[in-house]
Every structure is written in C-alpha cells, then in structure tokens.
C-alpha cells in the first residue's frame, strides 16, 4: 500500500474509496493532484470542516499536489448532503464576501503558493454556464434513478427535496471535471456525506475522457472519503454548548477555541490528536500512555497552534494555567473592562455574572450561585444577594470570576 495511503488509514482519515488499489498504484508512479471542497454557507469554517484539510497537509507531505475549491458558484445553490431541509438562499455579495474570509483562513493553514497548494472558487467556471448546453453536455451522463440511491438524496425526498438542489451533484462532478482538465486533478477527497457527490465526479471523467484501461491511465479518477467525526459522548464534533467552534477569532475567541479542546471526553484524546495535529504516532502513544489532563493540554496546545500560531496558543495555554493550575499569565486569560463606580457602589453578584456573559440570564446566574458553581477569586458566592465591592478585588485590582469548573473571566476595573 502506498504510504501517503497508509498514513491517512493509521490516522483515522480513511473510510472509503472508489478504487484502493488502483489510487495506490498510481501515487507509487509519482505525485497525483487531489482536491477538497469548501462551499462559503458562512463567513468562517468551523473546526468540523477542517478534517479534509488536515488530510491535505499530510498528503502534501508525500509530495502530493492540492487544490482547496471554495465553492462560490454551488454555494449560490447548497449542498442538499446531510441536510434535513434546504439552505438558506445567501446573496451574491454574500457569498463573494465568504470566499475571501475562508480563503484567507486556509491560506494560513495551508500557504498556498500555487503550485504544491492552490485555491480555486467555481464561480469562475459555472458563473457563465449556459443551461441549456450544460443539460446537453453533462445532464444527459446522468441517471436519475442512480441518483436517488444516495442515501442524501433519499432521505431528502421525504422532506422535500427542490429542483435546485436537485443540480448540485451535476455541478460537483462538472468542478471534478473541470479541475481534472485544468490541473490533471485526479483524486477527490471529503467527508462520507460527499460520497456520491465526489463518484458522480469520478463517473463523469469516465464517461466523458475514459480513464478505466491501461491505454487511457492519464483520465482515471478517484474519491477518497473521510468518517463523519463524533465525539465520544455523542455531541458532533466542533459542537459546544455555545455552538459552532469556528476558526474566526471574533466567532470563537482563541481562549475559548483552546478550552473546548482541553475539555473533550478522555476517550477522543488519542483520536483527536491523530486527526487535527502533526505529532508522529509513537510520540502520540507516549503523550496517552501517561496522565490524561496533560495529553488533553497537549492536544489543545497543537490543535491551537495549528489553527491559530504559536504565539496565540502560548498565550492560551498561559491563560489556561493561569485561571486553572495557578501559574500561567492572567493576562492571557478573558478580559472584561468594567467601571471602577459599580464596585464601589456595590456591584450586585447576579448582575455582575450577567454583565460578563458568564450567564445567559440574570436567573441563570442565581440557580449558578444556588448550586454552588460561581466563585469569584477562590471564594464561594453563595448568596444570590450579594454585592461586589473592591475590597473583593485581588491585590492587583483585578476579579477572576467563575462559572462552574469550565468558565472564567478576568475583570479589570478602570
């Protein structure tokens, strides 16, 4: 088997393929050009999306060429797969705006220097499609009936499924078409939601240029899928309590981004530092082996690292020691700026909790303080009526509130 191949199969990226060994083969013979796709739905991808990307750096590892698609023509449709309902329509502005965001975050993943890593947006090739001849073209290589075999397209039927839609697995498999010509891209690769999607690609070249004997090898095409990653107790991965945990900053603070890594179940500490960072598998099964709070540090310092730079993940990770083990940086923990005049009013406890967004409500901050989970440097709020003054403060002046055992916040007073 080809290393590249089995590097992706140890790491847990593997889950199925149109053709193992074939694709094997072929990356033996040299470097292959492979893609991934990203539709612009929002202004940031989420850490769920970077599974594929992940899988590109360890592909361009093996010499391997890879083209991240930022699918600002099918955006302006959506992708049906593993939706239970249709999209929101976003406008072109929109869409447009998207692109560059995302671009710009998997260019600092991925740098892009337009050889060994690229970008591409659709819009430049279905923007100016015309219809009638893409049906003529494309349309009459695919069976309906086939189509409706894929379980994201079955399952849609029962709760609507638009025409639009409908077009979306035409329009992927004309990108795999076209990138093919363009770049002699050969390899798709995914999520298993895009399993169909990414064979009618394959289906296409092969009807289209052939690519299935000896005398045509130049025309074969693969898809490459990855498992759907859920966490061990069962939340979708880059899920948290908060929502989505994105790569843009101003979505997910870096703090926070850190945490919910430091906090994943102990049971997805191995898998998860296979997936999202770079450490060989023995130095991996030497971090597990030993204590399991610092392998679930260790994993939010590489994840963080990786997404965010070192010098934000120091920061963090300096946060993260300052406001849980006592040593660290305070400084690098989450900071509010309040008015030194409501503390020396008295600062009533529920709506300091409320202010600093530690609690949604203000009632949720009194069932926190009723449960014993609020604190305020290290001493225990348990009255729902109690004031903050600056005598609370610690000797810098400064408040570290808390909220459970997860959630911290640094008030400074100007």
């Known amino acids: 088997m080809n290393k590249a191949i089995e590097t992706l199969q140890e790491r847990g990226f593997f889950n199925q393929c149109t053709d193992l060994e074939a694709l094997s083969a072929k990356m033996d013979e040299g470097p292959v050009t492979f893609y991934v796709g990203a539709d612009p739905t929002g202004p940031s991808l989420h850490i769920g999306h970077m599974v594929p990307f992940f899988a590109f750096r360890h592909l361009m590892k093996f010499g391997h060429k890879g083209i991240a698609l930022i699918g600002g023509g099918t955006g302006r449709i959506g992708d049906p797969s593993g939706k239970t309902e249709m999209r929101k ?210 994993l939010a310092y590489e994840v963080t690292k990786e997404i965010h730079g070192t010098e934000e993940a120091d920061k963090a990770l300096s946060g993260a020691k300052a406001a849980f083990g006592g040593a660290g940086d305070k400084n690098s923990m989450p900071t509010v700026t309040l008015e030194k005049a409501k503390f020396e009013a008295g600062y009533p406890v529920c709506d300091l909790y409320f202010d600093v967004k530690l609690a949604g409500t203000k009632s949720d901050a009194r069932r926190l303080i009723q449960g014993n989970g609020a604190s305020i440097n290290g001493r225990t709020i348990t009255d729902v009526k109690a004031v903050i003054s600056l005598s609370d403060a610690d000797e810098d002046g400064d408040f570290v509130v808390r909220a459970g055992k997860k959630k911290i916040c640094r008030i400074v007073c100007q």
């Not at 045509?216 to 693969?222: I, L, M, P, R, S």
């Open 89 to 298: 329509m976003l406008t072109y502005e929109t869409i447009d705006a998207n692109v560059e965001n995302i671009k710009n975050q998997l260019d600092k993943f991925l740098h892009f220097d337009g050889n060994n890593a690229r970008a591409a947006n659709n819009k430049d090739w279905l923007e100016g499609l015309n219809y009638i001849d893409f049906l003529r073209d494309i349309g009459s290589c695919f069976s309906v009936n086939k189509m409706l075999t894929f379980e994201e397209y079955r399952l849609r039927l029962e709760r609507g499924l638009s025409f639009i839609e409908f077009n979306y697995q035409l329009l992927q498999a004309f990108d795999f078409y076209t990138l093919h010509q363009k770049y002699g891209t050969c390899l798709q690769i995914g999520g298993a939601d895009q399993w169909g999607n990414i064979t009618a690609g394959v289906d296409l070249i092969r009807r289209k240029l052939g690519g299935t004997t000896e005398l045509n090898k130049e025309h074969q095409a693969f898809g490459l899928t990855f498992p759907l990653i859920m966490r061990a107790d069962g939340k979708k991965m880059g899920k948290s309590e908060k929502g989505a945990i994105f790569l843009d900053p101003a979505l997910t603070p870096v703090f926070e981004f850190f945490q919910y890594w430091r906090n994943v179940p102990d049971a997805d500490v191995r898998k998860f530092m296979l997936l999202f960072t770079f450490l060989e598998v023995s130095e991996i099964d030497s971090i597990c082996s030993g204590d399991i709070n610092a392998a679930k540090e260790r």
